[in-house]
């Protein structure tokens, strides 16, 4: 190409760029470090008038320039157990050599190759030697460039043509498999089979390949065996990445992307990490049976990874949008702007729309001292009779959510949710990990439609993706642990199509107790009739209908029925609102904490004086901990830096609502079908023996017909007969007249 440099000049220009000490060191993110100020001059860069002869007017260290030939000493000290590499900023290089820049832009392979090559002529020789004897192995160190302007490199997987093959492209994208980290042989080691001569072969890199003769002087011999012992290795990983889901059209399908990784950027990745990678777009044969294709698959081969794209990735508004978002945060009825903007086109569900908002901010999730860590993100349930908008708050939610993943129950399998490990030609015949919906909705929240529609087995895997958010994977002999720092909005319908108030949940919903209370809020929608709401809702559906007429191709919308179904907020300001606050760390304050123990122990009270046996659980410390994580996103979303009174206040009032409405004021009664004396009752056999002998004849009972009523309750005969013994003996509530009669004192 027109911008190659010679390779001599190349690696000059390296050298020199590595020496100057006006380059300073970056890490992973392109941050330069830090440099304290000089004690000569205290950073003003002048000493009695002159300039500081140490630091040049730079921010410095008295002692020594920190340039990059420390930092590789520093990194080769610690290999191979800390960096592998040392990083560059792109805009560092492009200030320092125009065409070194142009070269790494055109020629990413060739330049990197040869800063890699300069690199091995800073390390100290005791260094490389040390590494050789404690470790084995040669001191390899990698340069990786960081902070690659997007303008100039970004491309979408699904807009990859012919012209950007052998170009150095920069793609963003979703983590969906990654294989383990293998060696791959760099450089063959082959002896020849007449005089046992050493050859070297640079290998390709998906084959083995032999040299055709031996080099040696005189030899003609082309039979070789292959020195697997004396060749050299470098560590390989594939993983795949696919588009992010929350940035395709409707309907679209997400197209996906095998990147190959070596040396330092091995196992750097895990499925379901968020990723922008740079690298080089190079074809790949394919064959069908022994003969190769006219049509090549194409592959990235990747030399940096931008980990600035994760699920803690800072959301950096433009000035004009951050002076928006601080503007509408000053607004006293910001909540309920940002709850009437979620799916505007549902009539109602205001206090259903007020939690999913708040989930949408989530709380703030905690590390403790002893490393236990406490989750900060909102779990939501609604349940309900079928035909309510369920399905439609879902999608909505996913959408407005900086990432939001959606998946039907029905159609999901454990796997499907966790992550599955798989075997096929992407992984040449091993096994890798495929992430699925919990993982890739990590930061985010993941949508889960009909949950009850699940088998138990496939419900099972979300208990650990709930409460730890991480999944553990220990199949085909893989031993991970994935990322699921995700919210969790899942919709259920009732078994028998409506909603009997009267009854117990989980008789209603085929969900068991362990899910259910992993949920922080959940809300049953019934459908009543109610003359008044029912013309308001005909009205807003008509609308809809009308709205959607309007937009057909070459009509003219209808800007006031259009209107009333759009939100006070802009989706697109709304979604830059919610992932511009999720970021704060607001504390609450002594005010907050005081009035949310306040509650709890208020409700724990109510039960204070009641035998120890039949104490019922009003409220536990789960719903505590989702009180401060409701009170902690009503701060978010005013974007304040401390939960304050009122915002515990408005978590409460929530609370209460689900507590009296949804669980009727008893979680045991809701959960259960009964408080605890009632299931006491039911299962204690001492009580069981004396409600028979209650409702028995006034004469008594038989011994015989006891034991045999109390076996089919399913208690041991020989135990019962034991217990009523027991009980006759000790005068327990038991009378025995004459021989075989007894009868409840």
């Given at each position: 190409m027109a911008n190659d440099i010679p390779l001599e000049e190349l690696m000059e220009l390296w050298r020199s760029f590595f020496q100057d000490s006006r380059n300073r060191p970056v890490d992973k993110f392109g941050k330069e470090a830090s440099a304290p100020k000089c004690t000569m001059c205290e950073g003003t860069g002048e000493y009695e008038g002159k300039l500081c002869p140490k630091c040049r007017g730079e921010r410095v260290d008295s002692e020594s320039i920190p340039t990059y030939s420390d930092e590789i000493q520093k990194v080769s000290r610690e290999y191979p157990d800390g960096e592998r590499s040392v990083s560059v900023t792109w805009e560092a290089v492009a200030d320092f050599n125009g065409r070194l820049s142009s070269n790494l832009r055109w020629n990413l392979d060739e330049t990197l190759d040869s800063a890699k090559y300069v690199v091995q002529e800073f390390i100290d020789e005791d260094t490389k030697e040390r590494v050789r004897e404690e470790h084995r192995t040669k001191i390899d160190l990698d340069v990786v460039p960081v902070g690659i302007p997007d303008e100039l490199y970004e491309v979408e997987i699904s807009g990859l043509r012919k012209e950007h093959l052998y170009r150095t492209v920069k793609l963003r994208g979703l983590v969906r498999k990654a294989t383990p980290v293998r060696p791959r042989m760099e450089i063959g080691n082959f002896e020849c089979d007449w005089e046992r001569h050493r050859n070297s072969f640079i290998q390709d890199f998906f084959t083995i390949k032999e040299p055709t003769r031996c080099t040696s002087e005189g030899c003609k011999c082309t039979d070789f065996k292959l020195r697997d012992d004396l060749s050299q290795y470098i560590d390989s990983q594939k993983i795949e990445i696919q588009e992010f889901p929350e940035d395709l059209p409707p309907g679209a399908q997400p197209e996906r992307l095998s990147a190959y990784f070596e040396s330092s950027l091995a196992h750097k990745v895990q499925p379901g990490d968020r990723v922008a990678l740079v690298g080089i777009i190079k074809p790949k044969a394919q064959f069908q049976g022994r003969r190769q294709k006219s049509e090549f698959d194409i592959y990235l081969y990747a030399h940096s990874i931008d980990e600035k794209v994760g699920e803690d990735e800072d959301v950096e508004p433009s000035p004009s949008e951050l002076i928006e978002i601080k503007e509408l945060a000053l607004r006293e009825d910001i909540a309920n702007r940002i709850r009437d903007s979620l799916a505007p086109a549902i009539f109602g569900m205001e206090w259903?729309?007020?939690?999913?908002?708040?989930?949408?901010?989530?709380?703030?999730?905690?590390?403790?001292?002893?490393?236990?860590?406490?989750?900060?993100?909102?779990?939501?349930?609604?349940?309900?009779?079928?035909?309510?908008?369920?399905?439609?708050?879902?999608?909505?939610?996913?959408?407005?959510?900086?990432?939001?993943?959606?998946?039907?129950?029905?159609?999901?399998?454990?796997?499907?949710?966790?992550?599955?490990?798989?075997?096929?030609?992407?992984?040449?015949?091993?096994?890798?990990?495929?992430?699925?919906?919990?993982?890739?909705?990590?930061?985010?929240?993941?949508?889960?439609?009909?949950?009850?529609?699940?088998?138990?087995?496939?419900?099972?895997?979300?208990?650990?993706?709930?409460?730890?958010?991480?999944?553990?994977?220990?199949?085909?002999?893989?031993?991970?642990?994935?990322?699921?720092?995700?919210?969790?909005?899942?919709?259920?319908?009732?078994?028998?199509?409506?909603?009997?108030?009267?009854?117990?949940?989980?008789?209603?919903?085929?969900?068991?107790?362990?899910?259910?209370?992993?949920?922080?809020?959940?809300?049953?929608?019934?459908?009543?009739?109610?003359?008044?709401?029912?013309?308001?809702?005909?009205?807003?559906?008509?609308?809809?209908?009308?709205?959607?007429?309007?937009?057909?191709?070459?009509?003219?919308?209808?800007?006031?029925?259009?209107?009333?179904?759009?939100?006070?907020?802009?989706?697109?300001?709304?979604?830059?609102?919610?992932?511009?606050?999720?970021?704060?760390?607001?504390?609450?304050?002594?005010?907050?904490?005081?009035?949310?123990?306040?509650?709890?122990?208020?409700?724990?009270?109510?039960?204070?004086?009641?035998?120890?046996?039949?104490?019922?659980?009003?409220?536990?410390?789960?719903?505590?901990?989702?009180i401060i994580r409701l009170a902690e996103a009503n701060a978010k979303m005013h974007l304040s830096e401390t939960v304050d009174l009122k915002h515990a206040e408005r978590a409460i009032d929530l609370m209460e609502l689900f507590l009296k409405v949804t669980l009727g004021g008893d979680v045991d009664f809701a959960f259960f079908g009964a408080d605890a004396k009632q299931r006491r009752k039911e299962t204690d056999p001492r009580m069981i023996l004396l409600d028979l002998l209650a409702s028995g004849p006034p004469e008594g009972m038989d011994k015989s017909e006891i034991l045999d009523l109390m076996d089919e309750k399913g208690f041991n005969r020989k135990k019962s007969e034991n217990l009523l013994d027991g009980m006759v003996e000790s005068g327990d509530g038991i009378l025995r007249d004459g021989y075989d009669k007894y009868r409840k004192n």
């Open positions: 259903e729309k007020s939690a999913l908002a708040l989930q949408q901010f989530g709380g703030v999730d905690k590390e403790l001292p002893d490393g236990t860590r406490i989750r900060g993100d909102i779990h939501m349930l609604m349940m309900g009779d079928p035909g309510l908008a369920k399905s439609q708050l879902l999608r909505s939610a996913s959408r407005i959510a900086p990432r939001g993943v959606m998946a039907t129950g029905k159609s999901t399998s454990a796997a499907g949710l966790t992550a599955a490990a798989v075997r096929d030609e992407f992984g040449e015949g091993r096994w890798s990990l495929e992430a699925g919906t919990l993982v890739l909705a990590s930061g985010g929240i993941a949508c889960i439609d009909e949950i009850d529609k699940m088998s138990e087995e496939d419900r099972s895997a979300m208990h650990e993706a709930m409460e730890q958010q991480t999944i553990s994977i220990a199949k085909a002999g893989i031993n991970a642990q994935l990322k699921s720092k995700c919210s969790v909005l899942a919709a259920a319908n009732p078994k028998r199509s409506r909603f009997d108030m009267t009854m117990p949940l989980p008789s209603q919903v085929n969900m068991p107790v362990s899910l259910l209370s992993r949920f922080d809020i959940f809300f049953i929608i019934t459908d009543s009739p109610d003359p008044d709401r029912d013309k308001l809702l005909a009205d807003r559906i008509l609308e809809s209908h009308r709205a959607g007429e309007t937009m057909t191709p070459g009509e003219v919308a209808d800007i006031e029925t259009t209107k009333s179904l759009e939100g006070p907020i802009d989706s697109r300001l709304l979604k830059l609102y919610i992932a511009y606050a999720r970021r704060l760390r607001p504390v609450m304050t002594h005010q907050a904490q005081n009035r949310i123990k306040e509650h709890y122990t208020k409700l724990r009270n109510v039960y204070h004086n009641l035998d120890d046996q039949d104490k019922t659980m009003p409220i536990t410390p789960r719903q505590l901990e989702s």
